[in-house]
Every structure is written in C-alpha cells, then in structure tokens.
C-alpha cells in the first residue's frame, strides 16, 4: 500500500513550527517511514510541487498576496489541510500590527519605499481557505503534531484538549500564580496542550496556544478585576497573540 502523501509548508511566520518537526530527532526516521514527504521547501530540495497531497500541514499567517496564491494553491492540491501554530490558527504575532493600517505602518517601517511592498494584514488561513483541523501553540508541541498525524493515519482527525491550561497546572499541582500571586496568569482562557508550561516555571501564561472555546469570560473578567487588573491590562496581553477580536472585546462588555 502506498503512504500518505504529505506537503509541509510555511508562509508568514517564524518558522518555529517547521523547525519543530524538524527537531523530532528520535521519532525523525519513523516519521519518515509511515508518510511519503514529497514537497517540504523549508527541508528538502527536488520538491514535486504539484502533485497532489493527502494532508498538507501549513505554518505562518497570511500576510501578503503571495501568501494568499500560495496557500489557495496548497489547498487545491490537498485532500486534507492542517494549520499548524498560532499565527496559522488565529494569525499570531504578526496580526498585532493589524491596529493600524497597512499603508501607515509601511511608512512608518520603510518610509517612502514602503507603498511598493506587497503587504496585507494578518490573518489566519481560515480566513481564506477551509481548513480541516487546527494545532495551535506558539510553536506548537511536536507531541501534538505527533499524534495528529497518528490519528491521521488511522484515517481519523486528532482529538486534542479542549479544557484550559488550569486544568494541567492543576495536574502538576503548581500554586496558583492568578490566586495566590496576584500575576496576570491567562490560563483559565487558554486552550490546554503544553502541560502548563510557563506557569510550572513561574511564569504566568501569556495565551500562546490562542483562547478556549468555551472559556467562562464573565467569570474571569470579575476574577481579574478582584486581581486588580483594568481592561487594558488584560486585552493587552490577550494581544500578544492574536486572540479573536470577539475574545478581546467581550472583557469590555463583561466589565
Ligand atoms: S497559575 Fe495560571 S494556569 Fe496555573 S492554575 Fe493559576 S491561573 Fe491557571
Ligand atoms: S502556559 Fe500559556 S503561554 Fe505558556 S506555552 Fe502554555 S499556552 Fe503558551
């Protein structure tokens, strides 16, 4: 029987997530046995850039029109598209320009020359094309992307957390950076996943891995308020990475 066949790509972004499987170090080789990569620009070279794919995992947001064609063209060859990392899943850091308006951040950047830059604002893929399932983080953990392709493979699609951050820190039974320290800790909000990992060095949870869909905000917005936290505090950190603008606003009309 012939393996799946498999693209991985990157548009705008840092690269983090590619890196990610290119850093799977022992499970490398039986990655590489179980699915056939045959367009993986980042890694490899002879490329076949237009056969078709049976899963095409995409990293970065889209952020010019060249992301835009390159992507409509992934996902015509794909049978399966996966977006991998925030700025994929919900446009990530460099949707934190997306404030001001492109013309004026261009020339704020690169002055005159900045109007002939093919330049749009960031958004995730789904904006433009379907996507079939979405691993976020900020790079995304490589045991997520490890079963992912796992289930894949089983011709099933990945069942991955869908309880917040808390629920791990609870697990590892660290002490409560928003309830004991008084820290602006995001993970009542944060969709689970990277086994808390920030606050199991003491470092709050800045929501890398994007919000949780069914996150209590009216609840954590009185949370944070008791904390001493204003609105501000809280939607400039929800910023950072790209949380919805739903997500933002609704700790205003929660206020
Ligand atoms: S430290 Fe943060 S992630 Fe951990 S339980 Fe407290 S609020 Fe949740
Ligand atoms: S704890 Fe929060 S910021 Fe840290 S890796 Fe997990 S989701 Fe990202």
Same mark, same amino acid.
């Given at each position: 029987?012939?393996?799946?066949?498999?693209?991985? &790509? %990157?548009?705008?972004?840092?690269? %983090? /997530?590619?890196?990610a499987?290119?850093?799977? *170090?022992?499970?490398?080789?039986?990655?590489?046995?179980?699915?056939?990569?045959?367009?993986? +620009?980042?890694?490899m070279?002879?490329?076949?850039?237009?056969?078709?794919?049976?899963?095409a995992?995409?990293? $970065?947001?889209?952020?010019?029109?060249? /992301? @835009?064609?390159?992507?409509?063209?992934?996902?015509?060859r794909?049978?399966?598209l996966? =977006?991998?990392?925030?700025?994929?899943?919900?446009?990530?850091v460099p949707?934190?320009?997306?404030?001001?308006?492109?013309? #004026?951040?261009?020339?704020? @950047?690169? $002055?005159?020359? %900045?109007?002939?830059?093919?330049?749009?604002?960031?958004?995730p893929?789904?904006?433009?094309?379907?996507?079939?399932?979405?691993?976020?983080?900020?790079?995304?953990?490589?045991n997520?992307?490890?079963? =992912?392709?796992?289930?894949?493979?089983?011709?099933?699609?990945?069942?991955?957390?869908?309880?917040?951050?808390?629920?791990?820190?609870?697990?590892k039974?660290?002490?409560?950076?928003?309830? *004991?320290k008084?820290?602006?800790?995001?993970? +009542?909000?944060?969709?689970?996943?990277?086994?808390?990992?920030? +606050?199991?060095?003491?470092?709050?949870?800045?929501?890398?891995?994007?919000?949780?869909?069914?996150?209590?905000?009216?609840s #954590? =917005?009185?949370? &944070?308020?008791?904390? %001493?936290?204003?609105?501000?505090? !809280?939607q400039?950190?929800?910023?950072?990475?790209?949380? +919805?603008? *739903?997500? !933002?606003?609704?700790?205003?009309?929660? #206020?």
């Amino acid at each position: 029987m012939s393996k799946p066949k498999v693209g991985i &790509f %990157g548009l705008t972004g840092c690269a %983090g /997530d590619e890196l990610a499987i290119l850093n799977l *170090e022992d499970e490398l080789l039986d990655l590489a046995a179980a699915v056939d990569i045959i367009d993986f +620009p980042m890694a490899m070279s002879g490329n076949d850039q237009e056969a078709p794919l049976d899963v095409a995992f995409v990293e $970065g947001s889209v952020v010019t029109s060249h /992301d @835009v064609k390159t992507l409509k063209k992934i996902r015509e060859r794909a049978s399966l598209l996966v =977006a991998i990392g925030t700025c994929a899943v919900w446009g990530g850091v460099p949707a934190l320009a997306n404030e001001i308006s492109r013309e #004026e951040l261009k020339r704020k @950047v690169y $002055g005159e020359a %900045g109007k002939d830059f093919d330049s749009i604002p960031a958004q995730p893929l789904s904006s433009f094309v379907r996507v079939d399932f979405n691993i976020p983080g900020c790079p995304m953990e490589k045991n997520q992307f490890l079963k =992912a392709v796992a289930s894949l493979l089983h011709g099933d699609l990945p069942l991955l957390p869908t309880y917040a951050v808390c629920t791990e820190c609870k697990m590892k039974e660290n002490i409560c950076l928003l309830k *004991e320290k008084d820290q602006l800790c995001l993970g +009542p909000i944060t969709v689970a996943g990277c086994e808390a990992l920030c +606050p199991s060095h003491g470092i709050p949870c800045q929501g890398c891995r994007g919000p949780l869909e069914e996150a209590n905000i009216a609840s #954590e =917005a009185k949370l &944070f308020r008791e904390k %001493g936290y204003t609105v501000e505090d !809280i939607q400039k950190r929800l910023r950072a990475f790209a949380a +919805p603008a *739903e997500v !933002i606003q609704s700790f205003v009309s929660k #206020e």
